[in-house]
């Protein structure tokens, strides 16, 4: 680092899931990189945005990456070696720490940190990683068709430094980088004349993208009185009705919900230590991160629950505005959504008893890591994502209109597979649910490559998907296993002095490439002889 100059084989701008992932890959195939990430914690979704990983029904046993399984099993050993578990916990071959109904593997923020941190140090100890936490892109410089360097701020110091690569890969949770180094790219939905997609609207709205959230985690402390004084904004939430099409059932602060699936009304419960794992509509053990009855008697009071539920979904704005001021409003205005919901269920929300509110209800600013107890940073459902080569459409995963397949679209060109529903949350225009079943589908190259640049890939929620079917290629293990093979690609292309896309277009390099990947442990097809049933997200909760 001469001055504040920096140089590497790798730029990997953004440390959440995919930019730790693409770094991983880049350094076992012994390149040198530098990694920065915005807030103090790499690791993303699974760390600073407080949500455990949302996966499929065989993860436990394949449709993931061999990397993505070994930092699972990490996080598993990581409780098993620090934590007081049960006997009979500690011998589960698939604990659950938090036993959350959500994900086979509920656990904290701070150990998935504890577990990426020693994924990433060996190389940070010999000097080929370095790692610049609380750093944004904020300019970068091209030639032609090529980025040449990316320039970030410390958000702490507000000091500038300059990363040179022969590639960059764009990491960050909005596509940051993508608009910055001007790489053409889309935002919101496409109209159903542009993709061809049935549940595309006839018009285009590129503002028009889903929800984010401002997550937290509490627990509940019985006798204690944890109310403070009332959010800013209460006032304004307490009388909020979201303005969505269908209409929603009731006030936004209340247990009123829709079914994603059906669009009917549904009412959520919340009983704080009474809730069984198979209460899929209890929300208490929806996303438990720590479940105190896996750990010895007396080890802790409470259980500890991460809220990532419907009500902070956050409608009045979006932080891909292109106005400053209006994202500022948006992530601030999602803060004291929050902070709003947090004071609603201590004071008034309904209790099963007749009551009204848990004032026990403990915000864990130590769980999240900040000061607040809010959690570092939002949780972002939908990027920038670049105009690509290939763009993954509704055709190519959609159940209903592959009736006679169990697989979605078979891309010869694939880098990696994933399975999940296509999930959109409410938008910021209006729209309210959708959810449509998909295939277990391929990760095609060709969506990892822009039309036009040479040497930027994405490697998170920004590859070529539309609006829809970002809804089932934005969660984490598939988030890895983008970032994965993005980091893998750029590594290849340094060794054998090609360009990514040549390696889409020539058999043999294309061959040569899928084969390391496949070396790494990254699965490029799913079985034929798929049981659908064990595909559903919650195939492993224990229903009554």
């Not at 496409?190 to 709205?205: C, F, I, K, V």
């Not at 209409?247 to 919340?270: C, D, E, H, I, K």
């Not at 994502?385 to 060109?413: C, G, K, M, N, W």
Request: neutral net charge; glycine residues 10%; hydrophobic residues 40%.
């Amino acid at each position: 680092m001469p001055g504040n100059r920096l140089v590497a084989d790798i730029a990997v701008i953004g440390g959440g899931v995919g930019g730790c992932a693409a770094a991983l890959a880049a350094l076992e195939a012994g390149r040198t990189v530098v990694l920065t990430e915005a807030t103090a914690w790499i690791g993303g979704q699974l760390t600073a945005q407080l949500v455990p990983p949302d996966e499929h029904g065989w993860i436990e046993r394949f449709g993931r990456t061999a990397a993505y399984q070994r930092f699972r099993e990490g996080v598993r050993a990581h409780y098993r070696a620090h934590y007081p578990l049960t006997a009979a916990a500690r011998a589960h071959p698939r604990l659950n720490p938090g036993n959350g109904w959500v994900s086979p593997l509920c656990h904290e923020p701070r150990v998935a940190l504890a577990v990426l941190e020693s994924l990433l140090a060996p190389h940070r100890r010999s000097g080929r990683l370095r790692v610049l936490t609380g750093h944004v892109p904020a300019g970068a410089a091209t030639a032609g068709d090529l980025v040449t360097e990316v320039t970030v701020t410390d958000l702490r110091t507000g000091a500038a430094a300059a990363i040179a690569a022969p590639y960059f890969l764009d990491a960050t949770e909005l596509g940051d980088l993508l608009e910055l180094a001007g790489v053409e790219h889309v935002t919101g939905q496409e109209s159903r004349a542009q993709t061809g997609e049935p549940s595309a609207p006839a018009a285009a709205r590129p503002d028009n993208v889903q929800a984010f959230s401002w997550c937290f985690a509490f627990d509940h402390l019985d006798g204690e009185n944890h109310v403070g004084p009332e959010p800013r904004d209460y006032a304004f939430w307490r009388r909020y009705h979201a303005p969505l099409n269908p209409p929603w059932p009731a006030p936004w602060l209340s247990w009123a919900g829709m079914n994603p699936r059906t669009l009917q009304p549904v009412r959520y419960r919340f009983a704080p230590h009474a809730e069984r794992p198979a209460d899929m509509a209890g929300l208490w053990s929806y996303r438990r991160i720590l479940d105190r009855d896996l750990f010895e008697p007396g080890a802790f009071p409470s259980d500890i629950v991460a809220v990532n539920w419907p009500v902070i979904d956050y409608l009045p704005g979006s932080l891909l505005d292109p106005s400053p001021a209006r994202r500022r409003e948006a992530a601030a205005g999602a803060r004291q959504l929050s902070l709003s919901v947090l004071h609603w269920l201590r004071t008034e929300a309904p209790r099963p008893d007749g009551g009204a509110g848990w004032p026990g209800l403990r915000l864990r600013a130590d769980v999240a890591g900040s000061a607040d107890g809010l959690a570092l940073a939002p949780y972002i459902r939908e990027a920038r994502r670049i105009r690509a080569e290939f763009t993954v459409r509704e055709q190519d995963l959609s159940a209903a209109l592959r009736p006679h397949d169990r697989l979605a679209e078979r891309y010869p060109d694939s880098v990696g597979v994933g399975s999940y529903r296509i999930d959109l949350h409410p938008t910021t225009g209006g729209d309210n649910y959708l959810d449509v079943a998909s295939l277990p589908f391929r990760i095609p190259l060709g969506a990892l490559l822009p039309v036009r640049v040479e040497n930027l890939l994405p490697a998170a929620k920004n590859l070529g998907t539309t609006h829809i079917t970002n809804g089932c290629l934005r969660l984490h293990p598939v988030e890895w296993n983008i970032g994965e093979s993005a980091g893998a690609l750029a590594a290849f292309c340094l060794e054998g002095g090609c360009r990514p896309r040549t390696v889409r277009g020539d058999p043999d390099q294309l061959r040569r490439f899928q084969a390391a990947l496949e070396r790494r442990g990254v699965e490029l097809a799913w079985p034929e002889d798929l049981d659908p049933a064990e595909g559903d997200p919650h195939a492993h909760v224990r229903r009554p």
